[in-house]
Nanobody
Framework: QVVMVESGGGSVQAGGSLRLSCVLS????????MAWFRQAPEKEREWVAV???????KYTYTVQGRFTISKDNAKNTLYLEMNRLNPEDTAMYYC????????????????????WGQGTQVTVSS
């Protein structure tokens, strides 16, 4: 059974930073495509950053240069370092993972990921 548990969310002022963590059990992160998604109230879930099992990293344009995704395979943990946060970053953040051979646009679609965490709330005030 794969279990993913996020932590690190919270409330910060604009310009602040947070570091999200996602600890995975039941599967090795070495073998997984992993990603961060977020969902704001009344909006669809959107991808934020992805790190493929081959090491390819992508960011959505709104977080490019501010967020950094990384993975520690020894700790089976996914991270999202978030800097220069702004109110538009306010959302529930979810980590996701999948072992299948995904590539291209499929890595960015939430319906392609089979494993999900419960989410951690990030709130940025102006």
């Amino acid at each position: 059974q794969v279990v993913m548990v996020e932590s690190g969310g919270g409330s910060v002022q604009a310009g602040g930073s947070l570091r999200l963590s996602c600890v995975l059990s039941g599967y090795s992160t070495i073998k997984l495509h992993m990603a961060w998604f977020r969902q704001a109230p009344e909006k669809e879930r959107e991808w934020v950053a992805v790190i493929s099992r081959y090491g390819t990293i992508k960011y959505t344009y709104t977080v490019q240069g501010r967020f950094t995704i990384s993975k520690d395979n020894a700790k089976n943990t996914l991270y999202l370092e978030m800097n220069r946060l702004n109110p538009e970053d306010t959302a529930m953040y979810y980590c996701a993972a999948d072992p299948r051979p995904l590539w291209g646009e499929r890595l960015l679609r939430p319906d392609e990921y089979n494993y999900w965490g419960q989410g951690t709330q990030v709130t940025v005030s102006s």
